[in-house]
C-alpha cells in the first residue's frame, strides 16, 4: 500500500512538473487600452494554470528594447516567448533569435512580416484584419447609403494592421455599393487618443468638410470625437467608426458619439497565444495561424458587447 501511494506521488509530481513553464512576454506598450486588456487576458488566463508564470515585460514601443527583451528571455532560459511587437516588420530578426535558442515563439495580436514563413515551433494568434476594416467600411456606408466625404485616421504605418485596416476602406469604397465615398483626407494619428484630437482639430481649422471618419482605432476615433464636440459640431452630424470595441468605445456608443465599432477580441488573443505558448513548449503541433473572429458592433447590438473587453 505504501508503495502504491508512493508511486501515484510521484507520479502526481511528475505531471504537474510537466506543465510547469516560464514564458516571457514582450508587450509593445503597456500604455494602450486595447494591449492592457490584451495583457490581462493572458495574467489573468495564467493565473488559472497550474506552474505556469508569465515574465511581462513593456518595451515601450521601442524595437532596440523588444529585441533586448526577448535575448534576455533567451538568455533565462524561459520555456517559450510571446511577442506583440512594436514594429511589425522587425519580426524576421526576432524569429531567427528564437529559432536558434530551440524556444518556442508566439506572436501575438499584430502580424509579423513573415507570418507566412515562420519556423517551426513559431505561430500567431490574432483576428484577421481584412475583416476588421471591412465590417467597419461597410457599416460606415450603410449608414451614409453608399454616398458621402469620408476622412481615414490611421495607427502607426509601421504597423501591419494599420495598413490592412486602412486598405480594406480603400477596398470598400471601390465596390459598387459604396463607390459614392469618397476620401477627402487620410493621415495617421498613431493609434493615440490625443493625436487623434490634434489631427481632428487641425482638419476642423482647415475648414475641411466631411460626413464621416473613420479610423484605424477606436482611440483615435474618440479623439476625433472629443475635438469635435470642442468645436461644437453635432455627433448626429457626423458618422464616427472604430476598431477593437475597448470600453471606453461601449460608452461612447451608448452615449451616442460613436457609431460603429468592431470587437476585438483581447482577452480571447491573449488566452489565445498563452495556450499555443504551451503547447509548443510540449512539442505539441500548432497552426501557424490562429485566428478568432471580427463581430461588429452598432447601438443595436451594443449591450451584448458591453461586459467584454
Keep these: 500500500m505504501k508503495k502504491l501511494i508512493l508511486t501515484m506521488a510521484v507520479s502526481a509530481l511528475m505531471s504537474t512538473s510537466a506543465l510547469a513553464a516560464n514564458i516571457g512576454v514582450s508587450m509593445a506598450q503597456f500604455d494602450d487600452n486595447f494591449l492592457t486588456v490584451l495583457r490581462n487576458g493572458m495574467q489573468d488566463y495564467a493565473k ?26 533567451i538568455a ?51 483576428s484577421n484584419e481584412v475583416e476588421s476594416g471591412t465590417l467597419e467600411t461597410k457599416e460606415v456606408c450603410k449608414l451614409l447609403k453608399g454616398k458621402g466625404k469620408i476622412v481615414v485616421m490611421m495607427g ?73 464636440k470642442a468645436a461644437g459640431r453635432k455627433m448626429d452630424s457626423v458618422v464616427i467608426a472604430g476598431v477593437d470595441a475597448t470600453q471606453d468605445a461601449l460608452a461612447a456608443m451608448a452615449a451616442g458619439d460613436l457609431d460603429v465599432t ?28 490562429v485566428y478568432i473572429p471580427f463581430e461588429l458592433v452598432t447601438p443595436d447590438n451594443l449591450s451584448k458587447y458591453q461586459s467584454k473587453n
Excluded at 533586448?68 to 528571455?73: D, G, L, P, R, V
Excluded at 522587425?90 to 513573415?114: D, H, Q, W
Excluded at 498613431?190 to 482638419?203: F, I, K, V
Excluded at 470587437?263 to 503541433?285: R, T
Aim: contains cysteine.
Design 262 to 289: 468592431v470587437f476585438q477580441n483581447a482577452a480571447g488573443q491573449g488566452k489565445g497565444s498563452v495556450d499555443a505558448a504551451l503547447k509548443l513548449a510540449k512539442g505539441e503541433k500548432v497552426e501557424a495561424k
Design 48 to 73: 488559472t494554470l497550474d506552474g505556469v508564470t508569465l515574465q511581462v515585460e513593456d518595451a515601450q514601443n521601442d524595437v532596440a528594447k523588444q529585441q533586448s527583451q526577448i535575448q534576455n528571455f
Design 76 to 126: 533565462s532560459k524561459v520555456d517559450a516567448i510571446i511577442v506583440n511587437p512594436v514594429d511589425t516588420d522587425a519580426t524576421a530578426a526576432m524569429s531567427k533569435l528564437a529559432t536558434a535558442a530551440g524556444i518556442p515563439l508566439v506572436y501575438v495580436n499584430r502580424e509579423p512580416v513573415n507570418v507566412n514563413e515562420l519556423p517551426a515551433k513559431q505561430a500567431f494568434v490574432a
Design 156 to 228: 502607426e504605418l509601421s504597423n501591419q494592421a494599420a495598413r490592412q485596416r486602412t486598405k480594406d476602406i480603400h477596398d470598400v469604397i471601390a465596390t459598387d455599393e459604396c463607390k459614392g465615398l469618397t476620401i477627402v483626407e487620410e493621415q495617421t494619428a498613431n493609434w493615440s487618443r490625443t493625436q487623434g484630437a490634434d489631427l481632428m482639430t487641425n482638419w476642423l481649422s482647415a475648414g475641411l468638410e466631411f460626413d464621416a471618419v473613420i479610423s484605424n482605432n477606436d482611440e483615435m476615433a474618440i479623439g476625433a470625437i472629443q475635438a469635435l
